[in-house]
């Protein structure tokens, strides 16, 4: 019986593992004397919450950096540095292209000295042939208006052959060097203003002693169409080689002299002599712009 006792005393010890035969019961706060605010929720805390100071301070240190406010000297410092590394770019630019243009003008320069010694050398001979035409068409009109001009015949046809002999003294400028300077703009390139302004004058008086040239050629024109009526065509054939080199004949052929072919020849051997004193005279001041002009460009730009 004791024993009996004993292990129903150690069973009441134990608290029962059933559960409550009345499932219409409740158990409230209020019956176990716990208040609703120091019930927690039945789910798990989350393992973030475990410690929430370290959560905030982990937050804080995932920025790289943090942006503090530049003060306004910092900005002006940055712009001045960036304003100066454009400008000195602007600078080197600017100076690589003065030097190409510098370049580009000393070639031009060198290659228009070559063309004026060129038109030198033939302005010295066109001067030398005006000389020579002018004293052989003076001869010219003097043999012509004599009374026994046919005595001269062989005279007479050979300045007739050189009358109207135009190329030996025509003047046709070396100007590629001009026309690239003019017409792609390159004279820009000139930096002395004296010098460009050499260069144009002397362009300006070419053109001219050009076009003098050309109207001499229409006189010589009109001077054809009278001489046919005079000297024999195949006399004049025979005086010439296979050069085109005019030889006096050694007998006196005949001419065709009438008083009215004379007269309208000697108006024509008039514009040729006045034409022949004009260009003269321009190839005297075309040939001393052409030295000056050489003698200018050897200076400033240190040429030999």
Same mark, same amino acid.
């Given at each position: 019986?004791?024993?009996?006792?004993? %292990?129903?005393?150690?069973?009441?010890?134990?608290?029962?593992?059933?559960?409550?035969?009345?499932?219409?019961?409740?158990?409230?706060?209020?019956?176990?004397?716990?208040?609703?605010?120091?019930? %927690?929720?039945?789910?798990?805390?989350?393992? *973030?919450?475990?410690?929430?100071?370290?959560?905030? @301070?982990?937050?804080?240190?995932?920025? &790289?950096?943090?942006?503090?406010?530049?003060?306004?000297?910092?900005?002006?410092?940055?712009?001045?540095?960036?304003?100066?590394?454009?400008?000195? &770019?602007?600078?080197?630019?600017?100076?690589?292209?003065?030097?190409? @243009?510098?370049?580009?003008?000393?070639?031009?320069?060198?290659?228009?000295?070559?063309?004026?010694?060129?038109?030198?050398?033939?302005?010295?001979?066109?001067?030398?042939?005006?000389?020579?035409?002018?004293?052989?068409?003076?001869?010219?009109?003097?043999?012509?208006?004599?009374?026994?001009?046919?005595?001269?015949?062989?005279?007479?046809?050979?300045?007739?052959?050189?009358? *109207?002999? &135009?190329?030996?003294?025509?003047?046709?400028?070396?100007?590629?060097?001009?026309?690239?300077?003019?017409?792609? &703009?390159?004279?820009? %390139?000139?930096? *002395?203003?004296?010098?460009?302004?050499?260069?144009?004058?002397?362009?300006?008086?070419?053109?001219?002693?050009?076009?003098?040239?050309?109207?001499?050629?229409?006189?010589?024109?009109?001077?054809?169409?009278?001489? @046919?009526?005079?000297?024999?065509?195949?006399?004049?054939?025979?005086?010439?080689?296979?050069?085109?080199?005019?030889?006096?004949?050694?007998?006196?052929?005949?001419?065709?002299?009438?008083?009215?072919?004379?007269?309208?020849?000697?108006?024509?051997?008039?514009?040729?002599?006045?034409?022949?004193?004009?260009?003269?005279?321009?190839?005297?001041?075309?040939?001393?712009?052409?030295?000056?002009?050489?003698?200018? %460009?050897?200076?400033?730009?240190?040429?030999?």
């Amino acid at each position: 019986m004791e024993e009996n006792k004993n %292990l129903s005393a150690e069973q009441a010890d134990i608290p029962s593992a059933q559960p409550a035969q009345n499932s219409s019961e409740e158990v409230t706060p209020a019956a176990t004397g716990i208040s609703d605010e120091n019930i %927690l929720p039945d789910t798990e805390t989350p393992a *973030t919450e475990i410690n929430p100071p370290q959560a905030k @301070e982990m937050e804080v240190h995932h920025h &790289g950096h943090v942006h503090e406010k530049k003060k306004w000297k910092e900005y002006v410092f940055q712009f001045l540095m960036l304003f100066l590394a454009v400008f000195c &770019g602007f600078l080197a630019e600017n100076q690589r292209e003065h030097m190409v @243009e510098h370049q580009r003008e000393k070639k031009f320069i060198k290659s228009l000295v070559s063309d004026l010694q060129v038109d030198t050398a033939r302005l010295n001979h066109i001067l030398l042939q005006r000389h020579r035409r002018s004293t052989m068409l003076d001869s010219f009109v003097t043999l012509l208006n004599k009374e026994d001009a046919a005595a001269y015949g062989r005279y007479l046809y050979y300045f007739n052959s050189f009358a *109207t002999r &135009g190329p030996a003294f025509r003047y046709t400028p070396v100007d590629g060097t001009m026309q690239q300077l003019k017409n792609a &703009g390159n004279l820009r %390139l000139i930096r *002395t203003s004296v010098v460009n302004d050499s260069i144009i004058a002397y362009d300006v008086h070419t053109r001219s002693l050009v076009w003098g040239s050309q109207d001499e050629e229409e006189i010589m024109d009109t001077y054809r169409n009278i001489a @046919e009526g005079i000297f024999d065509g195949r006399v004049l054939m025979s005086m010439r080689d296979e050069d085109n080199n005019v030889s006096m004949t050694d007998y006196d052929p005949p001419l065709r002299i009438t008083e009215d072919a004379v007269f309208r020849l000697n108006y024509r051997l008039h514009m040729l002599i006045a034409f022949n004193k004009t260009l003269r005279r321009d190839v005297r001041v075309q040939l001393q712009k052409a030295e000056n002009l050489l003698t200018l %460009l050897k200076e400033e730009y240190h040429l030999k």
